[in-house]
C-alpha cells in the first residue's frame, strides 16, 4: 500500500502518547523494554541522529503519575501539546454495549470527574495525531480479547476508526502485531515514522493489513531454521525434537512474522526455530482461527504427506550417501614419498 504522507514537516519535537488502556495487559509495553535496535533509552536520550527529540508518555514508564500523568493527554486533545504520535495497546472495546458503566478508562474528565473511556480518547486525539500507531495483535486487529465469546465485544483500532484513516501527518493507521509485538519491530517501526516526521524518510510501506512490508512480508516458514526438516519430510512426533513441528500444531507455513528469522532479543529466542510451535499470534483471525493450537493444522497433514511417504526419504537417504562422500578427505592428502594430487609442472622448453 502506499501512503499519501505530505512533503516532509520537518519537525523537530515529538511526544509520544501511549495509551496501553485497551483490552491489553501491558505485554507489549513490558516487550519493547527489551528492544536494542534501537532501545528505547537510544530514542528517548537522543542518541539516534536525525529524529526528533522524543518525550515518552508511557504509563509504565513513566516519572509522573495520576493528573500529572494525564496532563499531556489533555493538553494534546486541546492543541497545546505539539506534534505527537499516538500509540494505542489492546483491543477497543464496544461501549455501545457498555450498559450503564463502562469497559476501560484513562483518568477522569476534570469536569464530571467521570471515568474518559479509550473510545473518547481515540476519538479526542487520533484525528490530531502526526501518525497512530497500534501496538501488538490486540490493538491491530482485536486479538485474544476480540475471540469468539468476548462479552466487550472489542475490535481492533482499524475496525474502530476505519481501515481508510488518515492521520493529521497523511498516514493511514501504522499495525505493528505480534502477542506480544517482538521488541525491535516496534522499535524500527516507531524509528521510521520519527525519522519521517523528520523529513528524513519515504512514506512508510505498509501492506493491506498496515503492516510494514520489510517485517511483515515473508512467513514465519520461510524463516524457520527447521525448513530443512519439512523439505526432507522429516517431522517431530513431540516437543522434544529439534525437527519440524508442522505435524504437533505449527502453523509457520501460513503466518506473517519474521520472529524465528529474527530472534526475540538480539538474535536469540524466538519460536518455531527453538521448540515452541507457531500459534500464529500476529494475524488478524488470532486467535480462533487456530485453535486448539497443539492440533495439526489442517493444511499440515496434506502437505506433509507426501514429504513423509515418499519424496521425503528417498531425498534423505541420498543426502545420507552425499554427505559420507563429503564427510571424507580426498585420497591424495597423505605423507607418503610420492606426490599423488595430480600436480603437473608447466614445461617452457626451447
Ligand atoms: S517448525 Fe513450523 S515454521 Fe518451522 S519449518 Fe516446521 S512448519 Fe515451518
Ligand atoms: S512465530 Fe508465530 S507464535 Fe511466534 S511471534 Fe511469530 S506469529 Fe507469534
Known sequence: MSTDAPAPSGVEEVHVLWISEGMSCDGDTVAVTAATLPS????VLGAIPGIPKVHLHNKVLAYETGEGFTRAFHRAADDELGPFVLVIEGS?????INGDGYWTSLGNDPDTGEPITLNQWIDRLAHKAYA??????CATYGGIHAMAGNPTGCMGLADYLGWDFRSAGGLPIVNIPGCPVQPDNFMETLLWV????AGHAPPIPLDDQLRPTWLFGKT????CDRAAYYEQGDFALDYNSPKCQVKIGCWGPVVNCNVPKRGWMDGIGGCPNVGG??????????????????DE???GSVSSAFLSNAYGPLVRSLRAITNRT??????WRHNRAELTSGYQPRRTGH
Open 297 to 299: 493444522p489442517p493444511g
Open 40 to 43: 528505547l533509552e537510544d530514542v
Open 277 to 294: 510451535i507457531c500459534i500464529a499470534c500476529t494475524m488478524p483471525g488470532f486467535p480462533d482461527k487456530f485453535m486448539p493450537f497443539m
Open 92 to 96: 477497543v472495546p464496544n461501549e455501545n
Open 132 to 137: 497512530v500507531m497500534a501496538i501488538g495483535t
Open 194 to 197: 520519527l525519522h519521517q516526521a
Open 220 to 223: 514465519v516458514h520461510e524463516g
Open 326 to 331: 563429503a564427510n571424507k578427505e580426498p585420497k
